[in-house]
């Protein structure tokens, strides 16, 4: 009769890594939120050193950049600071397209059904 032997240091060792990783896991998360928050908090410091008129061709105003930096630690300052900038963005194209309805309805209809042109 012949016995088996099975490997149990293998088997062992992987239940161990996985045991380890998942308590791993919730530590590197955490420490790749910070490395990221610390990144945005940068690049958020480069928009904080711009003057007036280099932010307003972003679209954005100083107190954008001061309202972002009034946000806790942990979050990203850069997306207050993005959909500020989205919001006016749409906003102008709204206004824009009431101010003058003609020229935008004048673009999305085809040449043959605009009127024609009287000559002077």
Same mark, same amino acid.
């Given at each position: 009769m012949t016995t088996a032997h099975y490997p149990v240091v293998p088997l062992a060792a992987g239940t161990l890594a996985r045991v380890v990783a998942a308590a791993v896991a919730p530590a590197a998360y955490s420490l790749k939120a910070i490395a990221r928050a610390l990144r945005h908090r940068r690049d958020a410091n480069v928009l904080a050193r711009l003057d007036r008129h280099m932010l307003a061709d972003i679209g954005l105003t100083r107190s954008d950049v001061v309202d972002a930096f009034s946000t806790p630690l942990w979050e990203d300052p850069t997306a207050?600071?993005?959909? /500020?900038?989205?919001? =006016? /963005?749409?906003? =102008?194209?709204v206004i824009r397209m009431a101010s003058n309805p003609a020229a935008d309805s004048a673009f999305h209809r085809p040449a043959t059904d605009r009127p024609a042109r009287q000559s002077i």
């Amino acid at each position: 009769m012949t016995t088996a032997h099975y490997p149990v240091v293998p088997l062992a060792a992987g239940t161990l890594a996985r045991v380890v990783a998942a308590a791993v896991a919730p530590a590197a998360y955490s420490l790749k939120a910070i490395a990221r928050a610390l990144r945005h908090r940068r690049d958020a410091n480069v928009l904080a050193r711009l003057d007036r008129h280099m932010l307003a061709d972003i679209g954005l105003t100083r107190s954008d950049v001061v309202d972002a930096f009034s946000t806790p630690l942990w979050e990203d300052p850069t997306a207050l600071l993005s959909e /500020r900038a989205i919001e =006016r /963005r749409m906003n =102008r194209a709204v206004i824009r397209m009431a101010s003058n309805p003609a020229a935008d309805s004048a673009f999305h209809r085809p040449a043959t059904d605009r009127p024609a042109r009287q000559s002077i």
